[in-house]
């Protein structure tokens, strides 16, 4: 598969107006290669290198992962796509279900990276953990933490619960749009 390879920041505004649909963030480790929908991430720089933070509820298994292998992608849709994918990859988790088995997702291996690419969600970003920072709850705006954060919803939920988010600050090392 070809891949057109773009500088970060010439798809950023696409790349942040997509998240509020969400997109998906790929981590394999252990053997295992998985997928989950997310809505929040940022895209920037710090120490002069661009870098996407995703925020990974601490009970989920792509933290897992995150934790075996420092390595994420970030898979974009661009124009018509299925859009059952992001609610699966959103509602089930890889400790039950092969998303990609199951969805029938086309594994695309990176460049930089030991996590594939996804060609149904061509728009993709290689990502590099180089800091990892955990919530404090102490910290965070009552209104988020009454909203995000209830204390009598197992961590197995999929949706918000009593977790906190870490952030995973992922150097972007290569970012591409894949071609059929
Ligand atoms: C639209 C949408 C956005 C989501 N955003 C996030 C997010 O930013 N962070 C997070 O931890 N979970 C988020 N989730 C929930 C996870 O995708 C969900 O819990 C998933 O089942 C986790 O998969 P895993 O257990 O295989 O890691 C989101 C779900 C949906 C549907």
Known sequence: MERQMFPVYD????????????????????????????????????WGIPIFTAFVRTGRFTRELLDANPEF??????????????????????RDVDKFQELGLTAVPGVEVSVPAIAQLPLTLECRVIYRRAQNPDAIPPRFLEKYYPQDVGSDAT??????????????????????
């Open 73 to 94: 992608t970030i898979n974009v849709p661009v124009g018509q796509f299925d859009r059952k994918i992001l609610g699966f990859c959103g509602t089930k988790s890889g």
């Open 11 to 46: 798809r950023a505004s696409e790349i942040l107006n997509a998240l509020p649909g969400g997109i998906l963030l790929t981590a394999a480790a252990n053997g295992r290669t998985n997928t989950m929908t997310i809505g929040w991430g940022t895209l920037g720089m710090e």
């Open 159 to 180: 949706g918000s619960n009593r977790d906190f988010h870490i952030a995973y600050m992922g150097e972007v090392v290569a970012s591409y749009l894949l071609q059929p």
